[in-house]
């Protein structure tokens, strides 16, 4: 069925024909009964809906009359909970992933009232939940029942576990009769948990916190409930028109906001906006607010206002025509391991890498993601022709969270440690009580050389742009560069390197310039690219103030003691910097190197130092018209602050636009000093 499912999603919704729709019918029934029952889906949800859509597409061009798409039902095989009946059947919403859809919708909803007067409409923004639906039933202000999904008629009776979750209201103000309809939540931090204590006891490991929220819901045993720390977040309610007409309520804003009063925790995020503009213009700007929550959501949906004004609107077949779901780009696909390169990098440790088959997630081709060290694949069970779930990991790194559970993957080759270095073949060793594995040669690798010359000329080292890690091969299998000095020297090989095919005048020329740039540096910078092992950042700012000029050379003369004393510094890191500047080869290397760079701000430290914002740290939030965030960073770090990307007790200042939105909020609550651009560069 995974291979089915995968042809149909990669064909052209065009390209199907008649004969395709019983074969979806059927995929459908399959995947939902997976995904709603055994929690164990093996596709992701944005597959489920290319798949929902296409047989959607199919049904309406070839006018079926029993449309599977219009009943939206999962067969349950077995259930240890009670079935009940529910008094208001479930909507779904149509889906919506972009701006032209969001504008379309808006016509759509004006176009089908009344109204001549009406041309625009006031809406609500809330939280896209897809986890799993309960409805708690309240008699005399007592919580009495909870129901959640078993298929569409009738529901399973889990009140017993209900009652453990912290968030849940047990008695309210509200005496009359109140059917409040809520999503189930696990916090991220807690899916975390779960999974590691679950690969430690050789447990159930789940695929999403979706899947562990669903679970752990309908456990038998109520106390593994309540050990889940669940969440619950009040959304609608099934008698909702009962109550909006005794609470004398026109807008569906005050329906929700009446909740919150009666003590239901609701959407964070909760919020009417008069028009479609402000409601997109809202959609862009919500990765700010993304960022600070601590669990899935897969979008936003926007709901007229005007209750009155649903009925005119109108229904389709399966969703109202009154609101829609905006859906966030795919975080989450499936794809499948190729095969695995065993990766060395500038730490000398060995990292496998899986080679995968493209995929695109949120915009970007997918070929390989890291799988962290050999400790970490062995929990997993990652095996070389496995399909796997994929996410990119804060929009950037791309991520395996897990394994797609089939009969036959007990077949599959394991994912084993090198014996060998995979690039100069010396045997390999494995660190004492650590997980990781690494190749002992310092001198001599290429691998090694590589990395730590592609480490020095990127963004956290040296910062040359024009500079990629497949010139540093090149030039360092040409002779043309065969250490960090020769990066600077670079200029002396320009006829050579225009030789070479593809490298035409401007660009050698625009890389010599950035190269000549980068010779004016801090001595941070410096002591980053140098690629000393686990020296970071932070590392580099303890120790930089240890360095002194002595006969034009940067003298160290400390002891791991001393090292020991400064905040951060531990035995091995400490260890690893006496290591680096006893040695004779990075002496002379560092002093050649002396004789090309520009070191800014060491004389001028003690100066640095007198900054208010010395040792503190910063969050910056929106942009600003004459600096990027980048540049202010930069100009943050120079005086020995620290960026951090959002808010939190711990931060000092936040830099903040006219618009700062919920960072600005959270940082009044916590009663962080929030400061504007003119305070932060004059006192600099």
Request: charged share 30%; net charge negative.
């Amino acid at each position: 069925m995974l291979e089915l499912s995968k042809k149909y999603i990669k064909t052209d919704k065009n390209d199907l024909i008649e004969s395709d729709i019983e074969k979806l019918q059927s995929l459908i029934s399959y995947h939902s009964d997976l995904y709603y029952n055994k929690d164990e889906p093996i596709i992701s949800d944005n597959e489920y809906d290319n798949l929902f859509k296409k047989l959607e597409f199919l049904e309406k061009k070839f006018w079926i009359k029993n449309k599977q798409t219009s009943l939206i039902w999962a067969e349950i095989l077995e259930s240890t909970f009670e079935k009940v009946k529910h008094s208001r059947p479930m909507i779904s919403l149509d889906n919506t992933y972009n701006e032209e859809d969001l504008n379309d919708f808006d016509e759509r909803v004006i176009k089908n009232i009344d109204d001549n007067n009406i041309w625009n409409i006031e809406y609500c923004l809330e939280f896209k939940f897809d986890w799993l639906w309960v409805e708690l039933i309240y008699k005399n202000g007592e919580l009495v029942q909870a129901i959640t999904r078993w298929n569409w008629v009738e529901w399973e009776d889990v009140t017993v576990n209900v009652m453990q979750i912290e968030n849940i209201p047990k008695k309210i103000s509200y005496l009359e009769h109140l059917e409040v309809r809520w999503e189930v939540v696990m916090p991220n931090s807690v899916f975390s948990e779960l999974n590691e204590n679950a690969k430690i006891e050789g447990t159930k490991i789940f695929s999403n916190p979706r899947n562990a929220a669903s679970w752990s819901l309908r456990m038998k045993d109520s106390s593994v409930t309540k050990k889940r720390k669940l969440k619950f977040f009040a959304y609608d309610l099934a008698n909702f028109e009962d109550f909006r007409k005794k609470e004398k309520i026109e807008f569906y804003y005050d329906v929700i906001k009446d909740l919150e009063k009666y003590g239901f925790e609701i959407s964070s995020y909760f919020k009417k906006l008069n028009w479609i503009w402000e409601v997109i213009n809202a959609i862009n700007n919500f990765w700010q607010v993304k960022k600070t929550i601590d669990f899935d959501i897969d979008g936003l949906v926007i709901k007229v206002n005007d209750i009155s004004l649903w009925e005119e609107i109108g229904w389709t077949e399966h969703h109202p025509r009154y609101a829609i779901a905006y859906k966030f780009p795919a975080e989450i696909l499936t794809t499948k391991i190729i095969s695995v390169d065993h990766s060395i990098w500038k730490t000398w440790t060995i990292t496998p890498v899986a080679n995968l088959e493209p995929i695109n997630i949120s915009g970007v081709i997918v070929k390989r993601a890291t799988l962290h060290n050999y400790e970490e694949v062995e929990k997993l069970d990652v095996r070389i022709g496995d399909s796997v779930f994929i996410k990119r990991a804060g929009e950037v790194i791309p991520k395996i969270i897990s394994v797609v559970n089939i009969e036959w993957r007990e077949k599959l080759e394991k994912i084993l440690p090198p014996i060998y270095c995979p690039s100069c073949e010396t045997l390999v060793k494995k660190d004492i009580d650590k997980v990781r594995y690494y190749c002992p040669n310092e001198v001599d690798c290429p691998a090694k050389h590589s990395e730590k010359l592609t480490f020095a000329v990127w963004k956290w080292g040296f910062d040359i742009d024009w500079f990629w890690e497949k010139q540093v091969e090149l030039f360092l299998e040409l002779w043309i560069i065969h250490n960090i000095v020769d990066i600077f020297r670079i200029k002396e090989k320009k006829d050579e390197i225009l030789t070479l095919e593809w490298f035409k005048e401007k660009s050698v020329s625009n890389l010599i310039a950035w190269v000549e740039e980068a010779k004016k540096m801090d001595i941070v910078t410096l002591l980053m690219a140098l690629s000393i092992p686990w020296v970071g950042k932070k590392t580099a700012k303890t120790i930089s103030c240890l360095f002194k000029w002595e006969n034009d050379l940067l003298s160290f003369d400390y002891t791991l003691d001393d090292l020991e004393e400064l905040e951060d510094i531990g035995p091995e890191i400490g260890q690893n910097v006496i290591d680096y500047f006893s040695n004779d080869a990075h002496k002379r290397v560092l002093s050649e190197l002396l004789n090309y760079i520009e070191l800014k701000y060491f004389e001028e430290k003690v100066i640095v130092w007198n900054s208010i914002f010395n040792g503190k740290t910063m969050c910056i939030t929106w942009s600003f018209e004459w600096f990027s965030r980048d540049e202010l960073v930069k100009k943050l770090e120079e005086v020995w602050g620290s960026f951090v990307s959002s808010v939190s007790k711990n931060t000092d200042f936040l830099l903040a636009w006219e618009k700062a939105w919920s960072k600005k909020e959270k940082a009044e609550k916590l009663k962080i000093e929030i400061i504007d651009l003119t305070f932060f560069l004059n006192n600099l």
